[in-house]
């Protein structure tokens, strides 16, 4: 539809209108952090809603009432969602998004940042996805129409979720290398010596990861403020612009809001932090500590790996029992597994029964191929 024809806006007022409806019914299927964020993400739509409906107004176009219901499309994907959970929509969800990035860029009548409100859409979804196996996102609130809300994780840090699945990581993997060297039938000091090297290894490693990962992360939030200083101190005028919408976004008036622009702009620094926090959503005197997350990387795994390894340290010796540290260790491994699945489950807003479920089967099946696969090779070695 030609640029000039006010009736294209009827097809962006049915498009958002139709995102928000989506996106409150998806967050009836989830709770905790995931909820919250989708129903962000409604209020964004509708927010866009609202503008492409004063536009028609403008125009002297009725809008027309908002759907009662779902279109068909979208029905289907709901019923997905309630089947198999919303991770099963997840891809669908950011392939949507992304094919609708660059509605408004072209689009003179849209807000100045509604482009990258609709990009932030696709980007959601993508850390969605990644939320399945890392962190846990909460959207930016958002302060009014184009005010270019993204996603960031709840804990800038890290520190949480590198605690958190650094237990898992430590539990799982410790516990399988324990089972695969009681399953060769070696002496309780031969297996005593295996999940103490696993340890040792593995929280190392975590550490190293989680370290790489966090600095990167600072790295980029860094870069990110610093670009915003270059445009604070180029384009002054058009940082104290985007301010003046931004409160007048949040209620003010337009004098009151050119007011509290000006105010802030005149200290540089103030006007930096601020704008960093209501445009780009960062702290920058919290950016991340690596060195805070590489030691609770450290500590969580070996906390989680050293479950399976206690039970061998109070039976070592030439007369020591087999089969009773292996029977602590086995019963001491599934009660942590059920109890850090859960905890998962009520972070990532994916269930604590289902998660804790589903570390159960993963980390039973981990230890149970590799108990068979030192079997085997325990007997024929032997």
């Known amino acids: 539809m030609a640029k000039s024809d006010p009736r294209r806006f009827l097809d962006y007022l049915a498009a958002e209108r139709n995102a928000s409806l989506l996106y409150r019914a998806l967050a009836d299927t989830v709770e905790g952090d995931r909820r919250e964020a989708l129903l962000e993400l409604a209020d964004i739509e509708d927010k866009h809603a609202e503008h492409w409906a004063a536009k028609l107004v403008e125009h ?37 998004e992304a094919a609708a990035e660059g509605m408004y860029d072209d689009e003179p009548e849209a807000l100045p940042t509604m482009s990258t409100d609709e990009r932030d ?8 996805r990644s939320d399945q196996s890392s962190a846990v996102i909460t959207p930016r609130r958002a302060v009014g129409p184009g005010a270019g809300e993204t996603w960031h994780r709840v804990d800038r840090s890290g520190s949480t979720r590198a605690a958190v699945f650094g237990v898992s990581d430590g539990l799982v993997s410790n516990t399988a290398l324990v089972m695969g060297f009681a399953g060769a039938a070696p002496d309780n000091s031969t297996i005593l010596f295996a999940g103490l090297a696993g340890l040792l290894a593995g929280a190392f490693s975590m550490a190293a990861g989680e370290y790489v990962s ?46 509290v622009a000006a105010q802030i702009m005149s200290d540089p620094k103030t006007a930096l932090e601020t704008l960093a926090r209501e445009e780009l959503g960062l702290d920058p005197n919290e950016l991340g500590n690596p060195v805070k997350v590489a030691i609770s990387s450290f500590v969580a795994f070996a906390i989680g790996a050293s479950v399976v390894v206690l039970p061998y340290l109070f039976f070592t010796g030439s007369g020591a029992s087999a089969t009773v540290p292996l ?40 230890a149970a191929v590799t108990f068979g696969v030192g079997r085997i090779i325990g007997v024929n070695i032997g």
């Open 60 to 96: 002297g176009i009725d809008a027309p009432s908002p759907p009662a219901s779902l279109d068909p499309n979208d029905a289907e994907l709901l019923n997905r969602a309630r089947a198999l959970g919303i991770d099963g929509i997840l891809e669908t969800l950011e392939q949507t």
């Open 121 to 128: 859409h696709a980007e959601t979804f993508r850390q969605m």
């Open 214 to 259: 966090v600095a990167s992360q600072r790295d980029l939030f860094r870069r990110e403020i610093a670009m915003e200083a270059s445009e604070l101190r180029d384009k002054p005028e058009e940082e104290e612009k985007e301010l003046e919408l931004i409160y007048r976004a949040k209620g003010l008036s337009r004098e009151q809001a050119a007011m």
């Open 327 to 366: 029977m602590l260790a086995i019963a001491l491994a599934l009660i942590s597994m059920v109890v850090v699945g859960g905890v998962v489950g009520r972070l990532s807003g994916r269930g604590i029964v289902f998660s804790a479920a589903r570390q159960l089967a993963w980390g039973v099946g981990a």
